[in-house]
């Protein structure tokens, strides 16, 4: 039988890195198979040994980083540095999800109350199962292993499927892993395109798929979810906006912003797409930051556009900007495949697609604000809700900004920060998904909670959950709540 390939390609040479086999709905059949027995074993070895073997991983994917690195440079381009800095951001949190299972997850007692008096109650999270994982091509080491790693160290087994565009990087994290755990396949890597996807999707053997990428497909797969009742953690990219108070510190905040929005290409779903700079530092801010982005160059501070698609996307809004708006950086010229050089353009309408839809290029819409309340109302107005950025001088007024965007995740005076914060949940609202991925919360994604209760003795006339219970009992009871839960607040 003829096994049917597809190829990897460098988006900025447009050479072949690896060919890949197209697995169908049998092989990921098999797959899945393969991790239910794993995930038995990989449960049964408890916190501790997982934790051995999980540091163990960690320490195998350092010592083989730049080779890791290298391969992620060609699958997508990006500097090699760059992807060096995504690697360590994941060895991180594969180290703290390692060494903090056993406390978020293990057994603990909890609270019976007064009611509950003659009672023990436990809880514990259990693993469930089989993980899939549908990852994208963008951060393809950290973005992933923000649910791989979490799930692991939750004693679940793990099949991957990784982007079309990056499937050697998930190939060879499979490889690595198995040099840590070698007795059965608890990582897995599944490569092809939307309907290996799908089929893993489907597979009613999953406890929990975690999918990162667009809406559009976000939905898709939870269609195939929902065939099964499988519940999904979503991550769908964003729209997130940068916010200049009057009293920021103007060349840190338009340092941060350039980043933002030009690293990676501007392939960040937690990227900068829109800043709002109130009035007052407005002029001074706009010449940092254009000088700043007008000194990088395509191919040179960032890479390619990986996906070739995404050059329509990037060119309309660019073009509808510059229309409707002002260029002070680039324009529609800075596009040509597979670079696009970095655009800046101001006061852009609201309602222009530069504006409302994510972009996921070098660009970057400026608009003048009367203030900061100004600013946070249009940076709350938006169907996506990942994360944001507000630079401020006053430590309360930040803050109380920071609580107040519509988003799940918010750096102060930094730029994309909570990322590199391994306690730190990830993950955003409306558009942007649901679930969380990192942290306790994170590891918590990928467990299910066990309530354990006990009797530790029989409670002296109070046997509420009989049949033979009498009106004594009942008044006793009544006597009890009233004088727990009777007394009125003033």
Partial sequence: MTTITFDSLNPATGQVVGSHPKQDAEAVHEAVGRAVTAAEWWAGLGHAERRR??????????????????????????????????????????????????????????????????????LEYLPLGVVGVIGPWNYPVFTPTGSIAYALAAGNAVVFKPSELTPGVGVRLAE??????????????????????????????????????SYATAKRVMAACAENLTPIVAECGGKDAFIVDADADLEA?????????????GQTCVGVERAYVVDAVYEPFMKLLTAKAAGLKAGREY???????????????????????????????????????PVVVEEVPEDSPAVREETFGPTITVRRTRDADEALELANASAYGLAGTIFSGDRRRAMALARRMRSGMTSINSVISFAAIPTLPFGGVGESGFGRIHGADGLREFARP???S?????????????????????????????FLHGRRKR
């Fill in 53 to 122: 073997r999980l540091l163990d991983f960690k320490a195998v994917v350092t010592r083989n980083l730049r080779e890791l690195a290298a391969l992620v440079h060609e699958e997508t381009g990006k500097p090699t540095g760059d992807a060096t800095l995504e690697i360590v951001l994941a060895i991180t949190h594969i180290d703290w999800a390692a060494r903090h299972a056993p406390k978020v997850l293990g057994p603990r007692r909890v609270s019976t109350g007064m009611i509950g008096l003659n009672m023990a109650a436990t």
């Fill in 176 to 213: 690595l892993f198995r040099e840590s755990v070698p007795e059965h396949p608890v990582l897995q890597t599944v490569t092809g395109l939307g309907e290996t996807g799908a089929a893993l999707a489907g597979d009613p053997r999953v406890g929990k798929i975690a999918f990162t990428g």
């Fill in 253 to 265: 905040a338009a340092d941060a912003c350039v980043w933002g929005a030009m690293s990676n290409a």
């Fill in 303 to 341: 890479g390619p556009i990986t996906m070739p698609g995404q050059l329509d996307i990037i060119k309309r809004h660019i073009d509808d900007a510059a229309k409707s708006g002002r260029a002070v950086v680039g324009g529609p010229e800075s596009v040509h495949a597979p670079y696009v050089e």
């Fill in 450 to 452: 066990k309530a354990i």
């Fill in 454 to 482: 006990r009797q530790r003795f029989r409670m002296p006339g109070m046997n509420l959950t009989s049949f033979a219970r009498g009106e004594a009992e009942v008044e006793r009871l009544i006597r009890l709540v009233t």
